[in-house]
């Protein structure tokens, strides 16, 4: 495929918020796309030539919830307020996926498609949260306001594998002694183990 071919490819998704090129003409992709069932899978690998969808994660998995009434129950009291961050990074035929605020770690084997997660809380981590001024600010579309709200929250930034072997995870959170913001890492080998 030529770099035209694959940035149309790109674009023909429903909506991405983060992809990532794997071999032959695939790519993966978080973003919300409608399966054949008409429900809204989050992650998955999208074949150029064929045209086709290899879906991974429902929206509602991907936010660690089983079904779809309580991933709903979820998005319109708090998801739609907090504002979503998602990551992926990959190795080989594993992929590590991760979202808003958690502070966690989905781990996908592509071929047998399995899913186990880790991660571990600091106590630096503030999870994202709602209140009625938030709200308010979200309704009246007052960005200022709901920026200075999310500065006291930890908001997971990015994550990368490092030489197929370790994982980093970026986050970021409040400083305790003023109103900055402390951006931290976090280190887990790649079944899993806390490092640092």
Known sequence: KSGL???KCCLNQDRAEDMIFLNSGKLLIIGNKLDKN???QNLY???CDSNKSDFLLSHAMS???KSE???KKFLYTKLNYIGTNQCIDWVGDTIYYTCTGELKIYK???KTRGLTSFGKKTENYVPPYVTPEIEKAHNEKKSQIILEARSKMTYVMDIFIIGS???GLVYVGPLKKNNGINVMMQFYSCSGDYIK
Do not use: A, M, N, Q
């Open 108 to 110: 996908i084997d592509i």
């Open 165 to 167: 072997r370790t994982i």
């Open 69 to 71: 009434s309580e991933f």
């Open 63 to 65: 936010y660690g919830y």
């Open 5 to 7: 071919e694959l940035v």
């Open 38 to 40: 008409g429900k809204w």
């Open 45 to 47: 690998i999208y074949d």
